[in-house]
């Protein structure tokens, strides 16, 4: 009788072991498990830190690389949860080769020397010019837009909707940097810029912006985790994230070549403003966004419909058009790879010009972006040979297209994509 209610007794305990287990959600970093299941709800990136608790993930260089900027804070969050080493069978059973692993090690120690020797040169400092520039542009495209749009003349109104085209377009890309924290390097002003800027040229959150966006930085191409391959019902960047075959033979789909810059630039943003931003700030009581988002459409009354409807449409053919070029066309995975993997394998930079640079914010230079995120764009351009030369030592590929040549194969993988699956 005893023997049988031991026995039972253990039967209990090893399914509680197990559900246990099955709960717990864990983190890898450097070297130890972190107990992040209470603390999931609670962090500001969104549901990104979900992602490195799966089999496979080490969440190293993903949080050394996004929390630059407050590395103290972090570390301290991190030092508050309960921790475990990880055993050596559990750092080797994480569904890698030993080559890989080895592979993954080398890399790392090569990475993590350069980000030190670029720190160390003063590459993660922002430049208080380069930011006036920059905000003063902005200032500058808004109030010349905005004088031109309310003169009686329909020329006049014309050319101040493209000004304020272009100046949304441009915002874009400060309130991109504002997202990293590399646009000022203080935290809490890069936040309000974010939120004011986002809010007022684009009515839109800044914090839901983030939050997907770190998504797209940390996995690019990634299926599942990538969203900005959660492009359907209206595009489909690649035939894997299309699992019904209908869909894949719908008008949009099948002509998404054709439509992707006059009517599904216009559609995606309208979705955004009028709902998924807006749903989003409510939900999490984003007060600030809320509230720059609102004074965005003070604005458009005094601007008036169609130069409001013409400017959103053209800002949003601009900021879509030149996002799609540095990954649409290139590989998907549905594997964990390393942070530099990511980087090199699914990301393209656009040859660097004068032109090119400033028409894309430095932007151009995506790999160094995706490598070295809160480093400030503008120094991009600097650090691109020693990035080029990582590459080479690894055997990965460091991929640079001209403008034309990137414009010609985004579009050009929309058709092919289109056509797979209407013979799929």
Known sequence: MARNQTTHTSAIADVLKFDDIKTKKEILYEGDFYDVTEWIKRHPGGKIIEFYTESGEDATMAIQQFHQRASKKVMGIMESLKKRPATSHELQNMGLDMETINRHKSLTTDFQTLFEELKNEGMLEPSLPHVTHRLLELFFYATLGFYLVIQESMLLKAVGTLVLALGQGRGGWVVHEAGHRSLTGLPKVDSFIQAAFYGCFGGLAGKWWS?????????????KRDVDLDTLPLLAFNTKIVKNPKL????????????????DTILVILYWKLYLHPRNAIKRRSYDDLFFMSLHYVIAYYIGFVPFVATMWLGAIYSFGNFTLSHTHLPVTTQPMHWVEYGLLHTMNIEPSLWCNWWMGYLNFQIEHHIF?????????LIADRVKKLAEKHGLPYRCESYTKAVFMAFKNLEHVAEDLRHG
């Open 211 to 223: 939050s997907q966006h770190n998504r797209h930085h940390a996995m690019p191409q990634r299926i």
């Open 373 to 381: 995120p809160t480093i400030p764009q503008f120094r991009h351009p």
């Open 248 to 263: 894949g033979r719908s008008f949009f789909i099948q002509n998404q070549a054709k439509l992707f810059i006059p009517l």
